[in-house]
């Protein structure tokens, strides 16, 4: 079972930034991959940021540019750095593990979320 932990959500400005971290229980280096997913609200939960265990990054075409996802496998944490924050950014933001068993079975793992609110 692997736990994930969010901090570091607020309330900013448009054009300010945040940094979101995600603390994992396991050793995220044997992850397959971690992301952040974000759901505004009236709307579905999306894929923002995600890194592969090989380091191959992947954003969402509306944060290119402006995050970057970043993994420190000592400390088992991911990062989101946020900047030029927009109003449409405002959204639960959560942590994501996916994790593969040696049988080839996926496992995903999510953590309790945290509120990053936008003011335009």
């Known amino acids: 079972q692997v736990q994930l932990v969010e901090s570091g959500g607020g309330l900013v400005q448009a054009g300010g930034s945040l940094r979101l971290s995600c603390a994992a229980s396991g050793a995220i280096s044997s992850f397959n991959a971690m992301g952040w997913y974000r759901r505004a609200p009236g709307k579905q939960r999306e894929l923002v940021a995600r890194?592969?265990?090989?380091?191959?990054?992947d954003y969402a075409d509306s944060v290119q540019g402006r995050f970057t996802i970043s993994r420190d496998n000592a400390k088992n944490t991911v990062s989101l750095q946020m900047n030029s924050l927009k109003a449409e950014d405002t959204a639960v933001y959560y942590c994501h593990a996916l994790v593969q068993n040696p049988f080839g079975r996926d496992y995903n793992y999510w953590g309790q979320g945290t509120q990053v609110t936008v003011s335009s």
């Open positions: 890194i592969t265990s090989g380091g191959n990054t």
